[in-house]
């Protein structure tokens, strides 16, 4: 069910599914909670499902010019305490991992499990910075280029013609969204900080899935960081969108983490 509470003066968007033990749900950059269908409809019989749509992101507004991993986990917070919920488990897409470790570093009584999926805990390097810039630059000059071109190089190349119809349909969610947001959020994603200290600092159960043609987080970087964090690692043959590339693999493994 779609629900909405209001924070600082806007719209913060989330859907509740299922009664049980509490998962959240937090989608990467660009994309929105619709991504989870699947993952909702596999646990909603057993557990609590949330989804968020995180700031500037599917029907939750924009505030303020940055939307920094530390104000989008205060709005998780905010929907948890609406929904009285105490504790969860979450798990983060790529740039709502990043979401899950501002919340892990803020609220880390309030997390049963953490699951990283496509994602990782280090900083973005200079080079990536500049990159942001780039995307700021070209989001300004024609969004729909950029869109189209972020979205499609998460896949593999064998991927990107396999799910054609499904990069089609994130493309076109994503194009709806207003040039400040994504900047906004761009803003967040360059100014985030390496959080790899408070993932080894979590004492409950930690899962980090990737893909080994992870294009977005290189695959060698990612299994050093789960073994300086003691952290299970779940690997897949894909790219950046496992939840896509190996969605019933995904769901099997998840289902014996949960
Ligand atoms: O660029 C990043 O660091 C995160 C990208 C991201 O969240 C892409 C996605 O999965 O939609």
Redesign the pocket.
Known sequence: MQEYISYKNIQIAFTVEGKGKTIVLL?????SSSIWKNIVSAFKETHQVITIDLLGHGKTDKLGYIHSMETMAETVNAVLAEMKVEKASFIG????G?VVLAFAEKFPQKIEKLILL???TVA?SEE?KEN?DRAKRLVKQNKQAFISM??KN?FTDANRNKLRNEIHV?VEEAIQLPEENIIASVEG?KNRKDRTAILQQYSGKKVIIAGKNDP??PFTEIQAIAEKTNSTFICFEGG??SYLENQEELTEELKKIL
């Not at 989608?27 to 994309?31: N, S, Y």
């Not at 897409?93 to 709502?96: D, E, L």
Request: proline share 0%; glycine share 8%; hydrophobic share 45%.
């Open positions: 989608h990467g950059f660009l994309e897409h790529s740039m709502g990043y496509n994602s990782t973005d990536r942001r972020a979205i998460l994130l994603l977005v987080v950046h969108m």
